[in-house]
């Protein structure tokens, strides 16, 4: 079973108790009224899907709850790091 | 408050849930449900908040427990006290402190093979999982904490709907 550390737990924990919320560092518009709409389509639907590195949002649904950053390859599907939510990309 | 109390041990001794309040034993593991006591889902940004608002030490660091209560997450707690307990609400603080005496059950695996009863549907290493420590993790499907008390004696908390298809499958593993 794939092991994933969690940053708040700070113990690696079974794949099975986290779940996956799509690419991270995607901050939502301060004021989405005076979007256009292919601005907000952008901000919607548009997603890097890179072949390699990628960062991305996990949450420790069945343990802490917290949702932090992840980065990980998505051909190898090895977790290159974790870290907590607010810090910095990696 | 009682009468709060008064329905787990209605609910999950009745029939209709099929769950037997007695223990049942085979392979030397033993699988009873708790009485019920009184459970709180305690939330706040700090466990120094949180202590000054109930009066009691909370652990501060995620799994571990204190005199009742297991910090489960970075601002949650589960206190698990005895029948009739009463906590301060804290009203007016930036606390969350709610009674949840009715919300689930527990049930104790007791014996030399309680570790490898509870593997056979809970993916965490049980072996790194320390006396004292408490968790919430998975069986199958199902979500549930758990808290081990020594190193023969697991506790499950569950939701009460859970409850008896979690009962059927631990009994079910202890058979092998």
């Not at chain 2, 009468?3 to 223990?23: C, K, R, S, Y």
């Not at chain 2, 420590?133 to 023969?152: D, G, N, P």
Request: net charge negative; charged share 25%; aromatic share 8%.
């Amino acid at each position: 079973m794939l092991l994933i550390h969690c940053p708040y737990c700070e113990e690696d924990r079974p794949e099975v108790e986290f779940v996956y919320g799509g690419e991270a560092h995607i901050a939502r518009p301060l004021d989405p009224a005076t979007l256009s709409d292919e601005e907000w389509e952008h901000y919607l639907y548009i997603r890097r899907n890179p072949r390699g590195r990628h960062h991305e949002r996990w949450r420790h649904t069945h343990g802490c709850g917290r949702f932090f950053n992840a980065v990980r390859d998505t051909v190898s599907d090895r977790f290159e790091q974790t870290y907590k939510a607010g810090e910095p990309r990696k | 408050m009682s009468d709060v109390l008064a329905i787990p041990a209605l609910a999950v001794a009745g029939t209709d849930l099929a769950l037997e309040a007695q223990a049942v034993t085979a392979s030397g593991v033993a699988l009873t449900l708790e009485a019920p006591a009184s459970r709180w889902s305690l939330r706040a940004r700090t466990a120094q908040a949180l202590s000054g608002v109930i009066g009691r030490a909370v652990p501060a660091r995620i799994g571990e427990t204190l005199d009742g209560i297991a910090c489960l997450g970075p601002d949650e707690w589960l206190a698990d006290l005895p029948a009739g307990t009463a906590l301060p609400d804290g009203a007016g603080q930036p606390v969350s402190v709610v009674d949840i005496s009715a919300r689930g059950v527990v049930i104790r695996v007791e014996g030399a093979g309680a570790a490898t009863v509870l593997s056979s549907g809970c993916p965490l290493d049980l072996d790194r999982f320390a006396v004292g420590r408490a968790t919430r993790t998975v069986f199958e499907t199902v979500e549930v904490i758990l808290w081990r008390e020594s190193a023969t004696v697991f506790r499950v908390f569950v939701w009460r709907s859970f409850a008896p298809w979690l009962w059927h499958a631990l009994k079910a593993a202890e058979r092998g």
